[in-house]
């Protein structure tokens, strides 16, 4: 299957469909140190999950985000729906290529658990593929179901890695018809805003970020989708039922002691 590199949205470099060759032609990356992210979503569940919200609400919101925190253009990479078993090869190198020690490298995926698992071929390919990113800021984030899974790939490798979910624990991305509920998944949506809300002066904390968007997932999860009728319909529906837990969801952060990606900063303040 044949693809193209297009610039997208404010000169980001945007890679669709499927991939094949090296793209022709890219902006020169910055000779300033600071970060570099690519961005991975999959929306396309073929004619699975009707209900879910598209439009890569996720991957958008963590694009923004980073716009807005002045992170420049060429230094992003975003790609959406290639089930291309090179998307990650690709990716991961191009923050290879680019990042020096210092800079920030940022993965961010999202993505239904088996786009992870199959298409990607996460465990057996990120691994290496993340130890060539020179810089031990290095900063993965997971929005998926089963996401602790996931992020422990990486646990022996320096740098931080955020997932949405806990190991066990299925993901909530929405309602195409929302109601009172939020489109998207909510840890995304907290984790962007307690990023966006941090001084702007440093680094982004991601690590302060996490612990801000897993209390307020927590907290929108036990007040809005469990207390709205229906919402709860696919969790019951797999024999899932966790407005029972004491707190859902409930991921860990995955990092390095050595080598944390930023400054811890005081904790963002909730949207």
């Known amino acids: 299957m044949g693809g193209r590199w297009i610039l997208g949205v404010s000169g980001i470099l945007?890679?669709?469909?499927?991939l094949a060759g090296e793209p022709t032609a890219m902006a020169?990356?910055?000779p300033v140190s600071s970060g570099w992210a690519a961005l991975i979503e999959n929306d396309w569940y073929a004619g699975h999950y009707p209900d879910l919200p598209v439009g890569y609400i996720n991957s958008t919101r963590m694009l923004n985000m980073l716009i807005e925190r002045e992170w420049p253009a060429d230094h992003i990479l975003l790609?959406?729906?290639s089930v291309d078993g090179r998307v990650l090869r690709r990716a991961v190198g191009w923050l290879a290529d680019r990042v020096r020690p210092g800079d920030t490298a940022l993965l961010y995926v999202a993505g239904e658990y088996s786009f992870f698992t199959r298409d990607l071929q996460w465990a057996e390919v990120l691994p290496p593929l993340w130890r060539r990113v020179q810089s031990s800021h290095r900063?993965?984030?997971a929005e998926t179901c089963f996401a602790e899974r996931l992020t422990s790939a990486v646990e022996k490798i320096p740098g931080i890695a955020l997932?949405?979910?806990g190991r066990d624990e299925w993901d909530w991305w929405g309602l195409r018809e929302t109601g009172g509920l939020m489109r998207g998944a909510i840890f995304t949506y907290y984790l962007t805003q307690a990023l966006a809300a941090q001084p702007r002066n440093a680094p982004l904390a991601f690590g302060a970020a996490f612990a801000?968007?897993?209390a307020n997932a927590q907290t929108h999860f036990r007040n809005v989708i469990a207390q709205t009728p229906?919402?709860?319909d696919s969790f019951h529906a797999i024999g899932q039922f966790p407005?029972?837990?004491p707190a859902y969801p409930n991921p860990h952060l995955t990092g390095s002691d050595a080598a944390p990606p930023g400054p811890v900063l005081a904790e963002a303040s909730s949207p």
């Open 139 to 141: 900063v993965l984030i």
């Open 163 to 165: 997932p949405a979910t």
């Open 14 to 18: 945007l890679l669709t469909a499927a």
């Open 230 to 232: 229906g919402a709860l």
């Open 79 to 81: 790609i959406r729906d």
């Open 28 to 30: 020169a990356p910055s």
């Open 243 to 245: 407005e029972r837990l």
């Open 212 to 214: 801000d968007a897993v």
